[in-house]
């Protein structure tokens, strides 16, 4: 089935660096989503993307839909301690069934 | 909107009784997920809904496992009996064209 391969599995950094992170698939998408999950919380949406090539920012945080369809990252600028969670790509194929990364779990250290 | 509401919030029930979890999606989205998350395996997608039809339960682990939604606002994901193997977060999420909101998560403890 369809799969999504999202690295890296985890990220130690420093509290002011930059983060980057993707997601790629040997499946076409139509749509790239990236959610933020928190303690105890469920995932939450950060970034959609719509069209291959799109460059999308919210706030420090930028993603991009590979002109593939088959990839996306996303970066974090400057990152703070309440950076700290896992971060899921996800994908649409246009049915109803979006496709979850297996999650990158981000630790900043202050 | 108070978002996807799901109940309890945490469930811990011994091996072999029953568990109903119970989600509540937004008002107005038309597709519903039951999702299940561990260490292990990450995120699962168990089972979704559209417009209360069942489309697609190969995520289901087990005959013990079933999901109904009997009408546009209301879920439940029932284990039938329960396995310690089961303790793990189970999340109901809505969704309305491609943007999925999750509730908070029910941990279940099998003991």
């Known amino acids: 089935g369809q799969q999504l391969n999202q690295s890296p599995q985890s990220m130690f950094i420093q509290e002011g660096e930059d983060v980057s992170m993707n997601c790629t698939s040997s499946?076409?998408?139509?749509?790239w989503l990236w959610y933020k999950q928190e303690p105890g919380e469920g995932p939450v949406l950060l970034i959609a993307l719509y069209k291959a090539g799109e460059l999308t920012s919210n706030g420090r945080l930028t993603a991009q839909f590979g002109i593939t369809r088959k990839d996306s990252f996303l970066n974090i600028s400057a990152s703070i301690p309440s950076d700290v969670g896992i971060y899921f790509c996800?994908?649409?194929?246009?049915?109803?069934?979006?496709?979850f990364g297996a999650g990158t779990r981000l630790f900043v250290k202050a | 909107d108070a978002g996807v509401i799901q109940s309890p919030r945490h469930e811990v029930t011994e091996m072999g009784q029953e568990v109903t979890l119970r989600c509540k999606p937004i008002s107005g989205h038309n597709s519903l997920f039951w999702y299940r998350q561990t260490m292990m395996r990450g995120l699962e997608l168990l089972i979704y809904?559209?417009?209360?039809?069942?489309?697609?339960d190969s995520g289901m682990p087990e005959d013990r496992f079933s999901a109904k939604m009997p009408n546009a606002s209301f879920s439940t994901l029932k284990i039938q009996p329960s396995e310690p193997r089961d303790s793990a977060v189970y999340f109901c999420?809505?969704?309305?064209?491609?943007?999925?909101?999750f509730g908070q998560g029910i941990r279940l403890t099998v003991v």
């Open positions: 996800a994908g649409d194929t246009g049915g109803f069934k979006t496709i």
């Open positions: 999420a809505s969704q309305f064209g491609t943007e999925a909101f």
């Open positions: 809904f559209n417009n209360n039809v069942p489309i697609d």
């Open positions: 499946s076409i998408f139509n749509t």
